[in-house]
């Protein structure tokens, strides 16, 4: 195995861990009648924020996925976990349904998404794996997509009223920045990326079922 593909096996490998605790522990926090977020703050900070790690790799070549997409991907989900919930930590934003929904699409996603990849790399590729990670989507993006708009939105009026992240005027380089209408912008730009990932994502879909139908397959 080449260094490339080793490396991308352990990236993938980890990934996939660290989200089936996130998933793990989520559901835990459910059968307790608990919101999942306390339980899984500090690993979804550290396993999101290492998904950074595949605008690069995307970038080098070192996977094939376009990098505009990655990035957006990345961006949307790093923005959720230290733009909102970690810096609005308020029961309104982090005990809400969007949190929860987001949690468990993310969670569940990511589990497929990173298992099919590591498997994938050492040659092994079960048929049940590959059509749930490009079929599940159809149900768990819109679910993600629903949960980070909730979230964003829970957290507007508290942005707005402690003025988080916000510059006024006047000030010595006259400039004012108001973070609660950049969130509002960003959701609204949900409006032209999300259709745009989603019909990707489909045709990923229908690339892959038909690849798969066309290798043999033993008897």
């Known amino acids: 195995m080449q260094a490339g593909a080793a490396y991308l096996l352990l990236y993938n490998g980890v990934q996939c861990i660290g989200w089936l605790a996130i998933l793990l522990l989520a559901e835990l926090s459910a059968i307790n009648n608990a919101p999942p977020y306390p339980s899984v ?7 999101q924020t290492a998904a950074v790690l595949e605008i690069v790799h995307s970038a080098v070549r070192l996977v094939r996925s376009p990098v505009f997409t990655t990035a957006i991907q990345v961006f949307s989900r790093v923005l959720l976990v230290w733009g ?16 929860m929904l987001l949690i468990i699409a993310w969670s569940v996603t990511e589990v497929m998404r990173y298992g099919y990849y590591a498997l994938n790399l050492i040659g092994f590729r079960p048929f049940p794996l590959l ?4 079929s599940l989507f159809i149900v768990l993006y819109p679910m993600g997509v629903t949960g980070e708009l909730l979230c964003i939105y829970a957290a507007l009026p508290i942005i707005g009223k402690r003025g988080i992240y916000s510059i006024s005027m006047p000030n010595s380089f006259n400039f004012a920045f108001d973070y609660g209408y950049c969130l509002i912008g960003i959701m609204l730009s949900y409006l032209v990326f999300f259709p745009q990932l989603y019909c990707y994502m489909f045709a990923q879909r229908k690339k892959m079922l038909r690849l798969d139908d066309a ?3 033993a008897d």
Do not use: K, M, N
Not at 41 to 47: A, G
Not at 86 to 97: A, G, H, Q
Not at 131 to 134: E, P, Q, T
């Open 41 to 47: 703050t500090t690993l979804l900070q550290l396993f």
């Open 84 to 99: 909102i919930l970690y810096t609005v930590p308020d029961p309104s934003v982090t005990e809400s349904i969007g949190c």
């Open 131 to 134: 059509w749930a990670r490009y």
């Open 215 to 217: 290798r043999p397959h």
